[in-house]
């Protein structure tokens, strides 16, 4: 893979895995004694982290079903000003950056501008638009270049909410698509047609060279690699987990056979 031309061998998820690996790293390894009580292995400070490396690899297998005439890149790189595009989803419909949100067990609202999770007002919607919009303007530059007619590539945000407990929209945004994981394919695929076979080919051709983002290029990284690490550390807060169930189901075991003898012995002593 050429240096211009690394965009595309990211994966999901990538930078966000990359990060909670090394975090984890600094974490004291738990006890013997902790293990045996489903301690979390993950300190408190990064299980957000987490949850959004389990949203975007959710989502980047979701897309991987998108179908042959859609192309998507991953982790692609924006400016300075806003975050790294987590999906850059290129098709006949045209072109959309994919913004992940976990909210596991949260009621998401939107009403317009307002996103509410949990009750609690988010900026993902501005921050959604203005990636979408840095986007647009770069592939626009990109694709317009050494051309004398300027090309203007519309892009459309898509705030993607994985597996929400309830999403409740009142009226979606201005300009962006608010929607769950679950609809996300059957969603982009019903759009209407916008951009034909040879156009979409070469948008996805500017989006995957990285003069076209002003950003440093990260690093390459050994995906297999990275990959065999976060799903040592998956396994282990899974087993962490179902560990704390099996305590909880023992404990509401023990209380209720406390409690039906103690039933069975005030009953057997009104009786005498």
């Given at each position: 893979m050429s240096a211009s031309h690394l965009i595309r061998g990211r994966v999901p998820g990538e930078s966000?895995?990359?990060?909670?690996?090394?975090?984890?790293?600094?974490?004291?390894?738990?006890?013997?004694?902790?293990?045996?009580?489903?301690?979390?292995?993950?300190?408190?400070?990064?299980?957000?982290?987490?949850?959004?490396?389990?949203?975007?690899?959710?989502?980047?297998?979701s897309?991987?079903?998108?179908?042959?005439?859609?192309?998507?890149?991953?982790?692609?790189?924006?400016?300075?000003?806003?975050?790294?595009?987590?999906?850059?989803?290129?098709?006949?419909?045209?072109?959309?950056?994919?913004?992940?949100k976990n909210f596991p067990g949260q009621e998401i609202v939107v009403d317009g501008e307002s996103l509410l999770v949990g009750g609690h007002p988010v900026t993902d919607i501005a921050d959604a638009r203005r990636q979408a919009s840095s986007a647009a303007e770069l592939l626009s530059a990109a694709t317009g270049s050494g051309s004398e007619v300027e090309i203007a590539v519309e892009v459309e945000a898509i705030i993607v909410v994985v597996n929400p407990k309830r999403l409740v929209i009142r009226k979606q945004p201005a300009g962006l698509m608010v929607v769950s994981s679950k609809q996300l394919l059957r969603w982009l695929t019903k759009?209407?047609?916008?951009?034909?076979?040879?156009?979409?080919?070469?948008?996805?051709?500017?989006?995957?060279?990285?003069?076209?983002?002003?950003?440093?290029?990260?690093?390459?990284?050994?995906?297999?690699?990275?990959?065999?690490?976060?799903?040592?550390?998956?396994?282990?807060?899974?087993?962490?987990?179902?560990?704390?169930?099996?305590?909880?189901?023992?404990?509401?075991?023990?209380?209720?056979?406390?409690?039906?003898?103690?039933?069975?012995m005030v009953v057997a002593h009104l009786i005498q």
């Open positions: 966000i895995m990359s990060e909670i690996v090394m975090l984890q790293r600094s974490q004291p390894r738990r006890s013997g004694l902790a293990k045996f009580f489903g301690v979390n292995p993950l300190a408190p400070t990064h299980r957000a982290l987490y949850s959004s490396a389990l949203g975007e690899l959710l989502v980047g297998d897309l991987d079903n998108i179908g042959p005439e859609w192309d998507v890149l991953h982790v692609v790189p924006v400016d300075d000003r806003s975050p790294q595009i987590d999906h850059l989803v290129i098709g006949p419909p045209g072109v959309f950056t994919l913004w992940t759009l209407d047609r916008r951009l034909d076979g040879a156009e979409v080919a070469y948008i996805s051709d500017v989006s995957d060279r990285e003069s076209t983002w002003h950003s440093p290029p990260e690093p390459v990284q050994d995906t297999q690699q990275l990959h065999r690490d976060f799903a040592v550390l998956r396994e282990a807060v899974s087993n962490a987990s179902l560990v704390r169930l099996a305590w909880g189901a023992l404990a509401f075991t023990v209380v209720a056979g406390g409690a039906w003898t103690a039933a069975a």
